[in-house]
């Protein structure tokens, strides 16, 4: 059985950086691939970032491209930078056993989410 858990959320200004993490209690086989999505009010769950655990091939979305990384050892990171007014969400880390997809549904293991606001 596989519990995610995040942490780092908080409150930071336009421009800051933020680095949550996620850990990891269970087993990840290199087939899965980690991922993390986001949720704001009133909005689906949308797709930040993945990586494929076994090669460490790393994707994202456009809207992150190039101020988000994220990484991996044995719990998965995202590294934030820049950070805008229009990345406040939760963020939440989740598992995919079928390998790396940006389809929040494919993911079947969730953690509880952390909270991110970017305010001035």
């Known amino acids: 059985q596989v519990l995610l858990a995040e942490s780092g959320g908080g409150l930071v200004q336009p421009g800051d950086s933020l680095r949550l993490t996620c850990e990891i209690s269970?087993?990840?086989?290199?087939?899965?691939?980690m991922g993390w999505f986001r949720q704001a009010p009133g909005k689906e769950r949308e797709f930040v970032a993945a990586?494929?655990?076994?090669?460490r091939n790393t994707y994202y979305a456009d809207s992150v491209k190039g101020r988000f990384t994220i990484s991996r050892d044995n719990a998965v990171y995202l590294q934030m930078n820049n950070l805008k007014a229009e990345d406040t969400a939760v963020y939440y880390c989740g598992r995919a056993r079928g390998g790396y997809t940006t389809i929040a549904a494919e993911y079947d293991v969730w953690g509880q989410g952390t909270q991110v606001t970017v305010s001035s």
């Open positions: 990586i494929r655990w076994g090669v």
């Open positions: 269970g087993r990840i086989f290199s087939s899965h691939a």
